[in-house]
């Protein structure tokens, strides 16, 4: 069993039962396969951290990310905007400026389209997904790149802010991309990560069940536990929040169907005949987060 990827620690303890098969669409990262991993969740007793006990390879993985396409994201862009807003002022308390920011598994490109017309002035964006990247590019006219962080070509302690959005808990080598984007961050740069957070009471209450807790998530972080990982890549943790997103009403129900079809289904057409379906809605169940800490000081 691989060692605790944020402390290190071998003294790694079953936890939640949840080895399943991917189900017939595959490893899409959008599933509503609810309560099915690649393997058991294990447990770290030293720190708390939850991964998988047995890490899927990057190429297992790549294939969905690179496959991946969603409407929904793109239907529910208001939501979408609306939630990178509040990351990004948040960012900005703590990055030396609006100079240059990345945005590493970006999507379709709302946060760095936001970025824009927040003044930053230069924004790039890594994608591996063909469908996503292609349209930030199309729609957008963002600087995005159909890669993977590990074989993106970029600059150098260059970036005032990088931001990891629901990236970190899906990389096998978690600590690998933690170093990597340390060295594109310019001195006094910041990390911004946005996480489910297991160690959240929603989280807890669910266990197995839990809406995170799908085939393409690895690694399963507390508070604690990103904040141990990052000081041990040399990052200074300087704040964690919860992280509601703004979505549909439609958009959770939808979601609901990952427990009962029957009883979604049965919701939406409720909702829409009291008119409030496409209803901006921002739940906080508080099981989401944003973690921002600083670039480690790089050896002279
Ligand atoms: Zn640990």
């Known amino acids: 069993m691989p060692d605790c990827a944020a402390c290190g620690s071998t003294d790694l303890a079953p936890h939640l039962r949840v080895r399943g098969d991917a189900g017939e669409d595959g490893l899409i990262p959008t599933t509503k396969e609810f309560g099915t991993a690649l393997g058991d969740i294990v447990r770290c007793a030293d720190c708390g951290h939850m991964q998988l006990d047995a890490l899927p390879s990057d190429e297992e993985l790549a294939g969905a990310y690179t496959e991946a396409a969603s409407d929904d994201y793109v239907d529910e862009e208001a939501g979408q905007r ?4 509040s990351v990004l002022e948040r960012v900005e308390r703590y990055a030396p400026g609006r100079r240059a920011i990345l945005d590493v598994g970006c999507w379709v490109g ?3 389209d936001e970025a824009c017309a927040r003044g930053w002035r230069e924004t790039t964006g890594v994608e591996p997904s063909l469908f996503a990247s292609g349209y930030a590019r199309a729609e957008l006219g963002l600087d995005v790149r159909t890669e993977k962080l590990r074989d993106a070509e970029l600059p150098e302690r260059h970036y005032d802010a990088v931001v990891l959005g629901d990236v970190l808990e899906h990389l096998t080598d ?5 170093d990597r984007v340390a060295g594109l961050l310019a001195p006094g740069g910041v990390l911004a990560l946005e996480l489910p ?11 197995s069940r839990w809406w995170s807790v799908i085939p393409t998530h690895v690694h399963y972080f507390t508070r604690a536990s990103a904040a141990t990982m990052l000081r041990r890549h040399g990052y200074t943790p300087l704040y964690v929040a919860t992280d509601p997103k703004a979505f549909t009403v439609r958009y959770y129900l939808d979601k609901i169907g990952g427990y009962s079809t029957a009883l979604s289904g049965a919701l939406i057409a409720g909702a829409r005949r009291a008119g409030v379906d496409q209803r901006m809605w921002t739940p906080d169940f508080r099981d989401r987060m944003v973690v921002i800490a600083r670039a480690p000081v790089a050896a002279a």
């Open 110 to 112: 709302f946060l760095l």
């Open 197 to 207: 957070d297991a160690g959240s009471r929603v989280a807890r209450l669910l266990g």
């Open 174 to 178: 978690a600590g690998a991309a933690l």
């Open 82 to 85: 609306e939630s990178f807003r």
